[in-house]
């Protein structure tokens, strides 16, 4: 983990694994603030040398989805590479008010998406992948009694639009509409150099992975050796980038997102929906 003390100290938050992205969830990686400018518009996606690993399924597919749900659209779906205004629309339609809309990075949403959460269980998240904007506002770290820096409970109010949008989408609703699009996210992830995988269960996988994550009791130490904060415990330290960010969200965050996390996986494993 690796959190800057500056705003521009990249975070990423893959909400909710499925904004999806899994749609919700999660996500977030601090870089020190000499990584890739924020300011850079261009998103270049891993191509399959530098991304085909042993996350495909070589027994085939574990969790199929019904692409067609009861109720679903039987409008077509456009081609992926100009999908980004019907997956916005849709998006927007089902969040219900515009904290969303403040969040989500509007190109290549399905892409980022995918991208993200195949890298949440790695050390880093490449920050030209992310389709939520990056909280405001910089870190905050505290110190105890005894001088030692921890991590401040007040680190996780700098989500709080993040974990009120995450609250506020039906989890049954995102699932429907992670199934109705499920084609462009099974053709992303191809397109990740995964051309055997299947997509829903990379991201069932990655679920189960954030789902995981540690849930330390009291104060969490920190260090801070170099240009970032660290945390003290090296345990804590070797986790995967979506496993710090569960993390950092504080106790009362990382057990909302694990909640929404759990309903989403259910959704998604449920045959005939």
């Known amino acids: 983990m690796q959190m800057s003390k500056q705003s521009s100290g990249a975070v990423v938050l893959l909400w909710g694994v499925v904004i999806l992205a899994a749609v919700g969830a999660a996500w977030l990686i601090w870089q020190k603030e000499k990584a890739a400018s924020p300011s850079s518009t261009a998103v270049t996606l891993p191509s399959s040398s530098s991304t085909a690993t042993a996350a495909q399924s070589p027994t085939g597919i574990q969790h199929p989805i019904n692409e067609a749900p009861a ?15 019907a997956v916005l629309a849709s998006l927007l339609a089902m969040a219900g008010d515009d904290a969303l809309k403040t969040l989500l990075v509007p190109e290549h949403i399905v892409p980022r998406i995918v991208a993200t959460v195949d890298a949440l ?25 005894n001088g030692q820096a921890v991590l401040s409970e007040h680190n996780g109010e700098r989500y ?23 084609p462009l996210f099974q053709q992303s992830y191809r397109d990740l150099g995964y051309a055997d995988g299947y997509f829903n269960d990379r991201l069932v996988a990655v679920i189960d992975h954030l789902l995981a994550a540690p849930e330390p009791h009291g104060p969490v130490a920190l260090v801070h050796p170099k240009a970032a904060y660290e945390f003290a415990d090296p345990s804590l330290q070797s986790l995967s980038a979506g496993q ?9 965050g990382e057990a909302q997102m694990k909640s929404t996390l759990r309903a989403i996986r259910e959704g998604v494993i449920a045959p005939g929906q």
């Open 244 to 252: 710090k960010f569960m993390i950092r969200l504080g106790p009362a």
């Open 160 to 182: 709080a639009t993040y974990l009120y949008v995450a609250k506020r989408m039906n989890p049954k609703a995102v699932v429907s509409w992670y199934k109705r699009y499920y």
């Open 121 to 145: 269980p790695k050390q880093s998240v490449g920050l030209n992948l992310l389709p939520l904007r990056t909280p405001t506002g910089s870190f905050v770290a505290s110190h105890d009694d």
């Open 71 to 85: 109720g679903a659209s039987t409008v077509a779906l456009p081609p992926l590479e100009s999908s980004d205004s």
